[in-house]
Every structure is written in structure tokens, then in C-alpha cells.
């Protein structure tokens, strides 16, 4: 499916007290089925905005937004979200954690020996067997943030939304995740949408880079396709001209074309 | 062999060895090394008990009298102690009842309050509008001395009892509403988008994410109802008459049985503490880790 989500000049202001605040203008954004985006640019230019209004969490002002030939009214379990801040609730255990969506989402199918299944599969899906019955707070921040990654994955979307998921990370762990997720995105073919500042993160995780200019009112800029060989390896990458190209298309945007005047 | 002594035998000591604090001495003899912690713990408390008790003979010698002593007190409470359940009519009954009676109307009032409290407050956390409705007459009230409602109490009801347990509610309700209240607007964001994104049903929402997440904001409301409850309940007791710690106080003092009022003293603090206690170790349950 060629358009599987579809933003049509999205439009979103906010009104706060010092007037309106216009932080999208004009964005339009079509994502296959099946496809790796990344959603690029400064902070505050309204990447994670397109994540809110594609996940059903903000309502655009003016536009229309589809997901799969349905216009995206509110959120839902269709479309998963990782967040920034991997939001575990601190009084369920990690499977519990995970059991909670895939209740939700299977729970009036399957049965209760099904449903643990499928969590128990989430949970070795991101290598997490044995934290099951740990606590959020017994688990270092990359755990939680694989345990995200599942909970979200368990919900079998047919959109994966992450916003800045490995943002909060040091950068060994976040290494290791986004070799993770490579292997994840391989195995499952999940249609996924990422918010992202990190340009080496994109690149290795994407194929198209949406590359925003700066708010207010920002818009998408530029789109790169992103035509590295599947699968992906960081260290085999590190020496092929096509993914400096890539990279350095990505800087250019970033850094010369769109910088950012330093507030 | 000679091997040549050191001629610096005399010189002073090397200025690492501080003189040895009796502690560290001990932590170094092997078999009492495990105690070291426990005596750390248990020494400040102790000789800060002691001192009181200095203090206070000091204070009953200068009072010539008129002020017991520890002594004297500890045997009228062994005496009192003895027998804690007897029951001579109304007005005379064992110290055991007047501390069962007090905790019960504590209780009753404390149990209503939270019955009501803390709907109350999920509500108007929950609910803008309720909160800014019921913000004027909240702030209006609260700041009012539980025992100013006391004559409403004995109007309404037209018992000593029941009066007091009213005070009792009155006074606890207001911790916990705003407490529950505070909790419910302070549940993270986070939470409830993934509520938002699980599609989870209200039901749901509050029993997986409202009742946990606030759960520790409650407890504290709940502990400071409580400490205020048993602040309230001895000097509601003092002015309604009855069975019960603060009219036991009131009847000492027309006794002159001064011993006896410093054991109520000791005994209210002790159950107050125990409260207290109870209620954090609750807390420290149900914070799941958090941050509180």
C-alpha cells in the first residue's frame, strides 16, 4: 500500500497567552507500508507535533490526516507509540507492563494462555526474559526503553510511532538499541515513524529521512531516500560511501541550509 | 645478626593516628564489630531519653514537688497499668477503655472522612470545574479550628459523643481531599497518553493508572488527617466529657492526680506515634519506588 498513512497540508496552532503560536504549516507526507521514516530537525521544529497528530494525541487545526484510507480521529492501538520517556507504570512488573496493551488490544480474541504468550514473546522479542517481574524502577533506562519497544510492538500496529526513543540514553546503550531495532524492523516489517535529532540514527535506521525546517510555522524540507542495502550493519556501514552521502545530505540540511541561530 | 634499631624511636608518632574514637576502637575488636551498626542506631536516641529525664527530675526538684518526678510517675503507671480494663460506672474506668474509646471515635470520625474525602477529591482533581467550585468554600473552612464546630456537633446530634466524632471528621476530611485532590492533577501526562493510545476504558484508567499513581499522595493526606484527628480528639474529649483519654485528663486535673496526666501525656504521644508509624510504612508500600 502506497499511501498507508497520509498527511494532507497539515496545519497546527496553538493559543497560548502571549497570541498564536503557529508551529506547523503546510506539511504534507505520504509513508508506505512496510516503510522506515525518520522525522529530522532542531528541536522545536515541530517533529514530535507530526508524531502527536499522526498518533491521534493533538488534533491538526486544519488538514486532513489518514491511516490506512481512515481519517485519524483520537488515539488508538493501531498506532503504538513509543515514548520519549518509555512511560512504564511503576506498579506493574515489565511483563505486566506489557500484558496491559496486549489485554487491550487481543484480550476479547484470545484467551488468557494466548495473551501470555504473546507478551512473553514481546519480552524475548527485545531480550528481556529475565527482568519479567522486575519493576520499572529495578531496571536501568535502556530496559525500560526496550520495554516500551515492546509493549508497543506487542500490540501488532499497523503504525509504529517512536518519539525520540533512544533520546534519553548514554550512547553505548543507544548503540546497542538501534542495532536492536534494526534486527526488530527486520524481522517484523513494521511500518514506523521516528522522531529523531540524532543524524547517525536516522540514517542507519531509515529508508526516507523527512528533514524539517525550523518553527515557527515549519514545514518538511527536504526528503532524502535513504538506498542502503537491508540488513544493516553499523560497523560495515561506517566505510561505505553511500551512507557518508547520505550523512552528510542530512548535515547539509541541518547545519548549513536550516541552521539554527543559537538562542 | 645486630640489626640496627631505628634511632628515631623517640620521634613522634606518625600524624595519621588521630586519637581513635571509642566507636572505631570498638568496630575494630572483631567479635563486636557486628553490634557497631546497632549501637549507632540505638546510643543518640537513648542518651537523648536520658537527658529528658534529667531535665524533667531537674524541673520536679525545682517545682518542689508540685511537678512528679519520672519515679514517682513510673510507679503510678505501673499502678495504673496493672489494671487496665476495670470498670467502676461511668466515670471511672481503666486506662485501656479510655484509650480504646478515644482510637475508636478517632475511627469513626477518620473512617467517615476518608469515606467521603477521598471521592471527593479524585473529583475535583479530576474535574476542573469542581475544584474552582469548591475551592471558595474549602478555603473558607479549613482554615477553622476543628473544635470551633464542636457546638454545631452537640446542636445537630444533642450527644457528647457523636459531637466529637464530628469534630473528628471535620478535621481530617480537609487533608485528604486536597492531598487526593493534589494527586490526581499531579498523575504524569505520560501515563495517561498511553491510557489514550491503549484506548483503556474510564474503569480502567482509574483502577490501573488514577488509584496507583495517587495512591502516595492519598497515604500522606490520610497521615496528616490522622495526626490531626488524634491532636483533636483530647481536647474534644476534654470540653464533651465521657469516657475517653482528654476527659480523662480533665478528670485528673480535678483529681490534682498531676502523675496521671503525664501518663496521658506519654500515652497520647505513644499512640500518636504509633499512628504515624503505621501510616508512613503504608506509604513506603504502596510508592512502588517513586519518588514521593
Known amino acids: ?263 | 645478626m645486630t640489626v640496627a634499631k631505628p634511632v628515631a624511636a623517640n620521634l613522634p608518632l606518625p600524624r595519621r593516628r588521630k586519637p581513635v574514637s571509642p566507636v572505631a576502637r570498638l568496630a575494630a575488636t572483631p567479635w563486636l564489630a557486628p553490634l557497631v551498626p546497632l549501637l549507632r542506631a540505638v546510643v543518640p536516641p537513648v542518651l537523648g531519653l536520658l537527658a529528658f529525664l534529667l531535665l524533667w527530675t531537674l524541673v520536679s526538684q525545682l517545682s518542689k514537688g508540685s511537678l512528679p518526678g519520672p519515679v514517682s510517675t513510673w510507679a503510678s503507671a505501673r499502678e495504673l497499668f496493672a489494671d487496665p480494663f476495670y470498670q467502676n460506672g461511668p466515670n471511672d474506668q481503666g486506662i485501656g477503655w479510655n484509650i480504646l474509646m478515644s482510637l475508636g471515635r478517632v475511627g469513626m470520625g477518620f473512617g467517615m472522612a476518608a469515606l467521603v474525602g477521598i471521592p471527593l477529591g479524585f473529583m475535583i482533581g479530576r474535574f476542573d470545574f469542581l475544584a474552582r467550585m469548591t475551592a471558595p468554600v474549602i478555603s473558607l473552612l479549613r482554615p477553622v479550628s476543628p473544635l470551633a464546630w464542636l457546638p454545631i456537633g452537640l446542636l445537630v446530634f444533642k450527644a457528647a459523643s457523636p459531637a466529637s466524632i464530628w469534630v473528628i471528621f471535620i478535621s481530617s476530611i480537609w487533608p485528604m481531599i486536597l492531598n487526593t485532590a493534589a494527586g490526581v492533577r499531579a498523575v504524569p501526562q505520560d501515563y495517561l497518553n498511553v491510557a489514550r493510545v491503549l484506548r483503556l476504558s474510564e474503569w480502567k484508567v482509574f483502577t490501573v493508572i488514577l488509584l496507583p499513581a495517587t495512591l502516595p499522595h492519598m497515604l500522606t493526606g490520610v497521615r496528616l488527617a490522622v495526626g490531626t484527628a488524634w491532636l483533636v480528639i483530647v481536647a474534644a474529649e476534654m470540653l464533651t466529657g465521657g469516657v475517653g483519654l482528654g476527659f480523662w485528663v480533665w478528670d485528673e486535673w480535678n483529681n490534682l492526680n498531676v502523675e496521671h496526666i503525664l501518663i496521658a501525656i506519654f500515652v497520647v504521644g505513644l499512640v500518636g506515634l504509633l499512628l504515624e508509624q503505621a501510616l508512613v510504612w503504608l506509604a513506603k508500600k504502596a510508592s512502588f519506588g517513586q519518588e514521593n
Open chain 1, 1 to 263: 500500500m502506497d499511501r498507508f498513512v497520509e498527511l494532507e497540508n497539515i496545519r497546527k496552532h496553538f493559543d497560548t497567552k502571549k497570541g498564536r503560536f503557529v508551529a506547523l504549516q503546510d506539511v504534507n507526507l505520504t509513508i508506505r507500508q512496510g516503510e522506515f521514516v525518520s522525522l529530522i530537525g532542531h528541536s522545536g521544529c515541530g517533529k514530535s507535533t507530526v508524531l502527536n497528530i499522526i498518533a491521534g494525541l493533538l488534533d491538526p487545526s486544519d488538514g486532513i490526516a489518514l491511516c490506512n484510507g481512515r481519517e485519524i480521529d483520537g488515539p488508538g492501538p493501531e498506532r503504538a507509540v513509543v515514548f520519549q520517556n518509555h512511560s512504564l507504570l511503576p506498579w506493574l512488573s515489565c511483563y505486566g507492563n506489557i500484558l496491559l496493551a496486549v489485554e487491550r488490544v487481543f484480550g476479547a480474541r484470545e484467551s488468557k494462555l494466548q495473551l501470555a504468550a504473546r507478551t512473553e514473546e514481546a519480552l524475548a522479542l527485545v531480550g528481556l526474559q529475565h527482568a519479567r517481574d522486575k519493576h520499572p524502577h529495578e531496571i536501568s533506562g535502556g530496559m525500560k526503553q526496550r520495554v516500551g519497544i515492546a509493549r508497543a510492538l506487542a500490540m501488532e500496529p499497523k503504525v509504529l510511532l517512536m518519539d525520540e526513543p533512544f533520546g534519553a540514553l548514554d550512547a553505548l546503550t543507544r548503540a546497542n538499541l538501534q542495532d536492536e531495532m534494526v534486527k526488530i524492523v527486520d524481522q517484523t516489517g513494521s511500518t514506523v515513524v521516528m522522531v529523531t535529532h540524532d543524524v547517525d540514527e536516522a540514517v542507519l535506521l531509515s529508508d526516507r529521512i523527512v528533514m524539517m525546517t525550523n518553527g515557527p510555522a515549519a514545514t518538511v524540507g527536504e526528503i532524502l531516500p535513504v538506498n542502503l542495502p537491508r540488513p544493516r550493519n553499523r560497523l560495515a556501514l561506517a566505510s561505505d560511501p553511500a551512507y557518508h552521502a547520505c550523512r552528510s545530505a542530512v548535515l547539509d540540511f541541518l547545519y548549513q541550509k536550516h541552521k539554527r541561530e543559537v538562542a
